[in-house]
């Protein structure tokens, strides 16, 4: 490899082009970057270190826990809280916001996180990964619930770490999007995938088939065209993929297009769809959006939404743009299909 520029490097480099930006941001994400090489080592070790299997006990959304979704959360509070360059966090795996210890100084960024994302995978040895998003928060403040309930438009950054045959970091600040791999070697994350973007067109989707019967009309719709093939009115051939993992289905996409989605569906009308806005939808629209993709709920800009709990689930379309146009527009209407 000739290409060596670490993710410090490049953060750095980045950050000297944008007026008005200190150290701190960079300060922060290398925290991030040191939770995340450290939760990488541990799935790598699986049950070499015993961290496989169920905890015993449920989140706040009434899911399992594994083992390694406590194990992560801790990891990531732990590299997070003293540093001084955050004000407070929020992650799935915690009710409420996670307030800085008293004894710490307190900075001006807010993390939220999503430690393990795809956490039924790791019993069966797939691919996971960890989810985050940083909101700048009001200095001098002890930041209050309200802090955080900012539209996803607002994230000055978002990234998401990929544990699968190599440990990846997808990134960006607002100013496209990149990749790095973490070389175990030299323990550094370096840029292997500048300026990834996601080609316009696709012939491949991502939807767990089994929940159908659930969905509303235009998915339906949408999914059922796709199969038709090259005999429906696509007139081509779709392939599908369903990893049970959104962090390796968005790598995926950057990588050779494709359009993701967990919509809306009837089975708990309490619930507006499987994944969380905060640390899952936004975090990953931001991305989606950046590498030149979109992301919709089907019916809203999901970084337009005003979110109104931490918790919130919202449905979650995403991919390339004009797919992704395609099944907004069966949500609008019925009939014509627009370009978005
Ligand atoms: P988490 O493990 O953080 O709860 O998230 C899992 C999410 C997402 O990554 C994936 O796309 C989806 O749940 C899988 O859901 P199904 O098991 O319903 O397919
Ligand atoms: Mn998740
Ligand atoms: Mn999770």
Redesign the pocket.
Known sequence: MTNHVTLTQFIIEQQRELPGVSGTFTSLLNDVVTACKKISHLVNRGDLVGVLGSAGSENVQGEVQKKL?IITHDIMVDALNWTGHLAGMAS?EMDGIIRIPPQYPKGKYLALF????G?SNIDVNLAVGTIFSILRCREGVEPELEDFLRKGAEQVCAGFVLYGPSTMMVLTTGHGVNGFTLDQDIGEFILTHPGMTIPDETCEFAINMSNRRFWEEPVRRYIDECLQGSEGIREKDFNMRWIASMVAEVYRILTRGGVFMYPYDLRDPSKAGRLRLMYEANPMAFIIEQAGGACSTGRERVLDIMPTGLHQRVPVILGSKNEVGRIVDYHKNEGAVEAV
């Not at 999503?114 to 994302?117: A, E, F, H, R, W």
């Open positions: 979704d799935e999503d430690p393990l994302d956490s």
